[in-house]
């Protein structure tokens, strides 16, 4: 295996990782609507993520650092690529922030319902569009023979992109909900496990199209496996949340979450964005990669904070391992708006 | 305005935005830390409720510090994709190092601290907000070095196959001489800042504690704003050598920087050091010297007050031509000249705030003067548009470039910002600029209304003795 081979997986990992922790993290934030009917309720939900969330998000800048110094020509054509794409990634990430930190610092039920509908914002976009994202380079990009996407904004919403961002959406959501019924007690676990049993078999149905879709066009006899192990454990997941198995649930999305990481960029390998105009444009894993000295330098020191970054991370959910009810909750600390 | 300009002024408005609350996070945890630390040694409440107190100050803006820095990550690829190519293989590698070191290190530990008052023996939950404030740091010292190879390329060469450079030595690239000085330059502005934060506001409220005659909170707010003003002096005295230091380093290594810095349009044996000049600057014919010190200049440049040669504005513009086609290679010398000058005069009022609440505080007395109170307020803001100034001039100092050439090393290692920036039509880069404006000012002004809510509200919260419902949190959003 090469040296940019390795550096494609570490990415994959990273941007897989991202999309296993903060597809629960946006999963929770898209269910304040139907399972926080009471603020108190809201901020159990809010709680069960509040001390990782912040270090779950920078898998993604993580992944964006490592993907900058392993393949700058991915990179560079990527994100000025997906620009408004992007953009509304950015916005809803950044309101997302400030909404989730500053929500309880004020004592008022304005100040919290918009709080609220940013962190909902903040939920709902990027798990639609991280999906559309991650479609439409798996299927290609018209990228012309200076590097440059010329695929137009509605070029992006193709069908089954539109279907990615729905399968992510949702996958995300089914995460969410039986990550909330594992960490939490009382009223707002049991609705937690009430929902995934009644509306399990959304996610599972557009995990299934899509996973079909992506192995049958795009795939190799190899992810063959991939792909039915994705579907597999999401109806195995919806299976065991139903029968209270929480912990194992939440073990089965997991998999299924990092299974459709793998499908999509064992897809895409040995490609990092295929060139829909002409394969000549294709920008691959090796004419996108750095220098072998930027590639083995960078790799040793990432291998070496790899392991202590997971272990003290690892220790994080472990601190914070206990189920959170409402009665855990303590009286709002936050300042009234005026004095 | 073509989509250049739009970029730059999108680059320049949400960096300036970012840089606005990031030295207020980098000097400001180490001391909060500080404050814990001396609470878990002495057990004093004082030390609790300060750490509480500017704990909340924190925590409001690292949020908004967090929020405002993911942008950046991003942006280097959709505006600046040519850029992005060119020197990927180079800047990217602080980049990952910086996410994987410091911004794991940051984001997880600052949640251990917030979540972990009763969760965490209380040793190791004093340590992880030391970990926070290593991190905040270790990450300045990355980004640091990342853009020090746009000052100053080190530790690569030029591959003529790729057109670009290539990485050779990471170890030269992350000790550059233009990163070994900027970096304690930056923290000691980060220092300044939160010196000059927490000063300002305990000396508002020891004012205002002394008036009302309460003695009961008087050593606390007394004690917060000491240190305050310790912190003011001693990275004061550090961002002022430092400043020489790096100021040494530009006349060698970037000498249009300083040369436009000191409106010097023409050059020559010792030339005079200006103080004020009027005129629009911009082309050398209109800039008037007003007033002028001779042998500063040359003490600036090289540590000694005469025989240093100089070259001006218009001497390095001929220079440049030769050496790298026609063009314009001089960065807008109004903003760098005036810039200069901010950067530096914002110190003014923090330092007078450090040496009259040192003189009004002494041998145990506290100040009920209203106008040290107003002093106070006054100074908090001063070093944050003094940071601004610092690096709009080192940012703006640097153009035409995007990567300005080593004069000591391999010539064909610069990009100037026109070669940079990426094809988009100018109306999807204004559609971004207008977005994040508007949706930075929005969260300015909440950031500011909750920051003096908290600051008015005072350090109340104090240590539970009491034995608490165990079953409650200690901390939810």
Redesign the interface.
Known sequence: MTLPELWFIAVAVLFTGYFVLEGFDFGVGMLFPVLGRTDNRRRVLLNTIGPVWDGNEVWLITAVGAMFAAFPAWYATMFSGFYLLMLLILVSLIVRVVSIEWRGKINDPAWRRLCDAGIMTGSFVPSFLWGVIFSNIVAGLAIDKTGYVTSGFSDLFNAYAVLGGLTTLALFLLHGTVFVALKSAGDVSIDARLLVRRFGVLPVAFVAAFSVWTQIEFGKSWTLIVAGGVVGALLAAWVLAAIERDGWAFAFTTLSVAGLGVLLFGSLFPNVLPSTIDPEFTLTIANAASSHYTLKIVGWLALIFGPIVLLYQGWTYWVFRKRIAVEHIPPSIGLSLRR | MTSLDVARWQFGITTVYHFIFVPLTIGLAPLVASFQTAWVITGNERWYRLTKFFGKLL??N???G???G??Q??Q????W??Y??F???????P???????A???E??????W???WD??PKLVHLGTIWMVAIGVNASAFFIIAANSFMQHPVGATF?PERGRP???D?WALLTNNTALAAFPHAVAGAFFTAGTFIAGIAGWWLVKTARSGQTEDLGLWRKASRIGMVVIAVSGIALVLTGDIQGKLMFKQQPMKMASAESLCHGGLDPDFSVLTIGTHNNCDSVTHLVEVPGVLSWLAEGQFSGVELGGVVDLQDKYQLKFGPGDYRPNLFVTYWSFRVMMGMAALSAALSLAGLWLTRGGRNPDQKWFAWLSLAAIPAPFLGNIAGWVFTEMGRQPWVVAPNPDGDPRIRLMVQDAV???PTT?VV??LV??TL?YAV?AV?WAG?MR??V??GAR?KPNVHEDDH???????
């Open positions: 925590l409001i690292f949020a908004i967090v929020a405002t993911i942008v990550e991003f280097f690829g959709m505006n994709s040519e992005s190519k020197i990927g293989d180079v800047f990217g590698a980049l990952a190092l910086e996410g994987i070191v911004f794991f290190l984001s997880t530990f600052l949640g251990l917030i979540f972990g969760r965490l591959d290539v990485l050779t990471i990426s094809g988009h999807t559609v971004s977005t994040f949706l969260l909440l909750l809510r908290y008015i509200e919260e079953e409650l949190l200690s901390f939810a959003y």
